[in-house]
């Protein structure tokens, strides 16, 4: 078992940051990949963000491009989310996951890929 805890989420202004962490109990497995996902009241969840924790390119969704930043510390089995630049539609719950010993491919952005989940960490940006 693999147990997801974030932290960070809050409110804050438009153009405002924030940044969320993902711990991580245990990788059983060496390699894997963690994202970050999004779900807004009456919207299915969307894919934000996603790093494989063997190495490589992070993945991130056209509408978080140039604003959102995954990172990893694998020493401390924790995955970040630097969001800058929020809009009011970056609202929503972020949910941490992970898909154990996969790599994160061209279908990161799949939910059912994941087979771990957090309880999730709510984003508001206000106008």
């Known amino acids: 078992q693999v147990q997801l805890v974030e932290s960070g989420g809050g409110s804050v202004q438009a153009g405002g940051s924030l940044r969320l962490s993902c711990a991580a109990s245990r990788y059983t497995a060496s390699n894997n990949c963690m994202a970050w996902f999004r779900q807004a009241p009456g919207k299915e969840r969307e894919g934000v963000a996603a790093?494989?924790?063997?190495?490589?390119?992070?993945a991130s969704a056209d509408s978080v491009k140039g604003r959102f930043t995954i990172s990893q510390d694998n020493a401390k089995n924790t995955v970040s989310l630097h969001m800058n630049s929020l809009k009011p539609e970056d609202t929503a719950m972020y949910y941490c996951?992970?898909?154990?010993?996969?790599?994160?491919?061209?279908?990161?952005?799949?939910?059912?890929?994941?087979?771990?989940w957090g309880q999730g960490t709510q984003v508001t940006v206000s106008s």
């Open positions: 996951a992970a898909a154990i010993g996969q790599g994160c491919s061209f279908a990161w952005s799949l939910a059912k890929r994941y087979n771990y």
């Open positions: 790093i494989y924790t063997g190495g490589g390119s992070p």
